[in-house]
Structures are given as C-alpha cells and as structure tokens.
C-alpha cells in the first residue's frame, strides 16, 4: 500500500516523503508540488505503521490544514485510524497547548482570544495620541521577536518608542487583569511556558516525533524557536518552502529561517522540486519574468509540466465599476458555460477593493465568498454576542462588559460606565464582581440609585446564565433571548431584519457546535470561532474573493487579479518593500492553472475620494504587457486622430497638449468639445 501511495509523485518528490528520520527541507518553487508531498509523507508515515497521533503537521491557514486533511485521509484507510494526526495553524497549535498548559504562567485556562478589532480598542483606551495601526504593528512586532515591555522600555531611544513602550506594558497589564490573549500570544505564551520548563518541552517533544511545516519561508523567529524546543528530543523536521513566495516580512516572518535551515537543524537533507504541475506554460513564464526582477532571491529553475495554454488576458478599465462589470460578466459566461464557482477565484493586494467587487457580485446576483475577510464577525451585532458570551465565560472581562452593559439600551450612559471602570481598577475586582460584591446602597453611591438597580439585575441574570449553561447548553440560548432580549432589540429598526437574520445565523451555529461537539462548553466555541475567520469553506457554488496574504498555497483553474495599479499593487510609498510586493505578485500568479485575467483602472474611489492612477509596473515587468503602452499612446495622439472613448464613444482630435505624465485632448464627439487625458481614449 505505501509503495501504491507515493506512485503520484515523481522521484525528487519520492525521496522526501521516503526520508523520515532527520531534519528535511524541500525547497522549491510554486506548484511544484511541495503541499502534495508533504500530504503523501503524511500519509506515508502512518502508512508504514507509525502512531498517527504522534505526527504534527503546521500549516498557515485553516483553509490548508482541512484540505491537506482531506486529502491525506483519502490516501489511507482512515477508519484504522484511532487518534488523528493533529493538523492544524501554529496559532491553533498554540490555543490547544494553552487550554492544557496555561497554569504553567499562574493564568486560568478560560482566557479569551482578542481580535485585532478588540486589540485596536483596548490600545485606543490606553492611549489617544499615538496612531492605533502603529501601536497594533510594533506591539506585535515585539511580541514576536520576544521583546519584554521591561526590554523595549529600557532600549528605546526616541520618545515615541519610549511612549509605545510603555502603551505595550499596560497592554501587557490590561490583558493579564482580563485573562485575555491576542494572536501573538498564540504563539508567544507556549514558548514561554516550554523555555522555562524543560521536561515539558522534553515531553511535548516526545509526543509528536514527527514535524512537519508548510509555508516555512513565512515563519518567524518565535515560530522558528517555538519549533527549536518542539524539537529538542529528535530531529525529525520536515519543512517545505519557497522563498520567493515569502509574503510576512511585515509580520516578522524571516527569510533567514529557511537559508539558515541547515545550520539550524543538523545534518539536514536537502530536496529541490523543479517541475511544476499547476501552470500553464504562458502562466508559469510571467511569473518567472515578474520574480527575476528581485535581486534578493535564491534563484530557481521551474519547468512547466503542462502546455502552453492561452495568453494571459489584461483589462484596462476607466474604474472600479467597469472593471467588476466585466468580471462578472466574465464569470456569468464561465458559470453558465458549467465552470464551477470554486474554480474561480478574484484576488487583490488591497481589501479595500473588495468592497467595489461584492456590490457587482449582489447586483448581477452571483453568489460570492469573501475568504480570510472577518465579514461575519466583524458585524456590530455578532460582536455583541460574542461580548456577552465572553462575559458569561470570564467574569473578569471588563473590556467585554463594557460594550454590552448597555446593549440593548438600558439607560447605563458613558459616564456610569466610567465611573464603574475607575472603581474596578480601584478595587482591583472586575466590574461583574464588583457589581455583586457591593450591596444595592454601596453601587448607589457610586453610580446613583436607579443605575445601581439596573446593574444589580444585569448582574443577577448574568448569574442565572452561567448557571443555565452549566446545566444545559441547548437551553441556554433561549434563556440567554428571553433574558436580554437581544434579537428582539432589532424588531422595528432600519436594517434590522437583516441584523435579524445574522443573529439566527450565528445562534443556528452555536446550536451545531454544541450538538456536533456535546463535551465541548461555550468557552471553547468562542476560541474556536476566534481562529476561524479565514476558513471559510469553500462551497461548489460560490466564487471566492480574497487577498493574495489568503490565497497563499492555494490553486483556481480561472483566477483574475485586480488593482494592477502603481500604490495598490505594488504598494509604495513610506515602509513598503518592493521586493515583497513582488514576490507577492509571484504568489498571486503562480495560483493560476489554465485561465488568468489581470487587471488595471485609471481611477479608483478610495478613502473618499476618487484617486487617478496609473497601471503597475509589474504589468510590464511581468512581460503581460510589452513595454508602457500608455507612452506609445500618448505621443501618437494628434490633431485629427480618431478616438474612442468609453461612454462618448468616437471622436476626434482637435488638439493636444501636455499635462503632467499625460496629455490633454480636446475631442470633437458629435459637436461636443470635451478635454479629456489621453490615458481615457484609445485609437478609434
Ligand atoms: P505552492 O508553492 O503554491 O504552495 P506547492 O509546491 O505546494 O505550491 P502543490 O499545491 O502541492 O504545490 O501542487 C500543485 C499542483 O500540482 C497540485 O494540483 C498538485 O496536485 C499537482 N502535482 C504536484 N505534484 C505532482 C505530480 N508528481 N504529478 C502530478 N501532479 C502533481
Ligand atoms: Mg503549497
């Protein structure tokens, strides 16, 4: 059976899912088939009878651990299988560890996972001055180079830094106070614990004798030292990588760690892949054009596999519209024509451009999935369940209590909410404690009489809550309705049936949780569903929407990328790196296999206002488009050329001058003089 299962690969592939014992690295480019060989040594390894549940396998995304799951229990006959590998995100990794392990650091395993909306918040209440995406980015950055607030505080040298550390240590405060963990701490927490206790990094160690990561060149030096201690009773690494493909460098994530592999992990076996399987010709050779543009690169050969396929298409558009006119009409042709939606993918560097795409996609009435976006979650109304199911799980979430406690209306007001924040930091007790620790006269005079009254019901029914869910979940959301009557809160207001509609969502999946998981409680559903975002399966129907960071690994037989204009894709400007924006423009067009449209607007409507923009370089450099179309196009306008134009349709040229970049036209259509920038017309 082993020998049957490695018959899909092809010899350079064979060799690394044969080599099981030692560090392994198997470098090579997109499609070349590293996921699928690390799938089938998966598979292989239980294959020749090794305890599955001693195998673990890391991925980045949700979305890769399900399908790299799927795919390896088809390989094998899964029902000999008592305990599944464990296949999963690093961060997922880290939260089952901290459900087991958080006692090591003195912390209660009910912790809650914060997103990175709740991060801004929490950041915005400690400190008003300082940009919040600046403080969000350099927390995180020390976090993930294992800098202490003490350490940042002491080598900060510029007032600012001086000032973001010392936000990065109350942040540290506010989250221990709450029992709180970002994403970081996923991670972070885990390789505290296992630095400081040996014997159980030796244990953890000798659980899962075999490791194996994909996407390696987008780890940073925390997973990096995370997977050192993972490791520190054998050597048996498998990690797969491509660094042309590594797009985190803004997330910390190392190049290092993959050249420096072999230094890392001892006598380690090097594999190159360099045929790919997923490309056309015509596909994989712009995207070996548009990469050798990088001089910071290990430099690799790929050989397509398959033919030479069609061209790749290029559309010009005046704007966001136009341009998600024609892709949806692209995509009514290919659906009708019995494509499947989830062959078809739109990617873009920007999330912004997504907003433009799901209106055009509502109104041609085709059915869409925004992967990797926190669509769902993010609405105002699922926030506030998951407020108040965090406050039900975590008495000492006063950051959650404080969106909820006058939600639906109560009468609690800002400054109640103040008063009863500066109590708790007083008292040192969270705000539903000290709600039921005072009595009725001692809250009055904090917050007034009928403040006081309102709080102590408050505080009652979330008691009677906790005590319905401990005895039994399916009746809790009943009680949770009838107590606080959220949903109805929406009965009569403008959008609320819609709001409605998502509450019945989101209570229909806390209902499946609790049936399809009967041991689990409400606790883990909250931290299940904080990971979750980007694992939005996809349906055979739906046409997936995303960004390139979420489209990584993946694979659409049809794919269009838009925003091909200089400032969205690549980014420029103040802390943008063009070698990564290149590499993620590699990323973006080795997902194609047979069909790829790209995309470009000379304007776009963004953060306001309409912005006039010219196309990517990468458009040239990719060889999609041969030399600067537009300068061809503007020095050959002149008097007397017919023109076209997209909505004045033909007309002609009266005159040309220059304008910047551009140049101005006045064009005769139909006796109508209009000026308008030679970039908006084409030779009739
Ligand atoms: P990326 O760098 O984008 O993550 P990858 O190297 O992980 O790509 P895979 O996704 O594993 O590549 O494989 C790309 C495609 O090639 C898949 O459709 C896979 O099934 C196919 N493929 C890989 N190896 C072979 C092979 N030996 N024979 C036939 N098809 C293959
Ligand atoms: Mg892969």
Redo the contacts with the bound molecule.
Sequence with gaps: MSENLLSSLNEAQKVAAEYIDGSLLILAGAGSG??KTITTRLAYLISIGIDPSSILTLTFTNKAASEMRERAFKMIDSTIINTPPLLCTFHKFGLLFLKFHMSELNRKNNFVIIDTDDKKRILKSIDKEITTSLLVSEISKYKNTLITPYEAKSSAQLKLYQQIANIYEKYEEYLLKNNLVDFDDLLLLPYKILKENESLAKEISQKYQYIMV??YQDTNELQYRLLRLLCSSHNNLCV?GDDDQSIYGWRGATIKNILNFSEHFENTKVVKLEENYRSTDTILDHANQLIEHNRDRLGKKLVGTKDKGSSVRVYESHDENEETRKICDDIKILLESGVQGKDIAILFRVNALSRSLEEGFNRAGLHYKLVGGMKFYERAEIKDLIAYFRVLTNSNDNFSVKRIINKPKRGIGKTTIEKLDAKSIETQKSIVDLISSLSSEELSAVVGKKNARTLKVFEASIMDLREILNDSKMKFLDSFEETFDYRASYDNVPDGFDRQGNIDEFYGYVRDFFIQNPHLDLKDFLNEIALESESDEFSGEAVSMMSIHAAK?LEFKHLFIIGFEEGFFPITGDGSDIEEERRLGYVAITRAMDKLTLSFAHSRFYKGKRTILTKSRFLSESGVIKGSLTIEKHSSFKKGDLVQHKIFGIGRVQKSTKAGKDYKLTINFGGTHREILSSFVEKA
């Design positions: 590293k996921t994909d996407e797969v690994g």
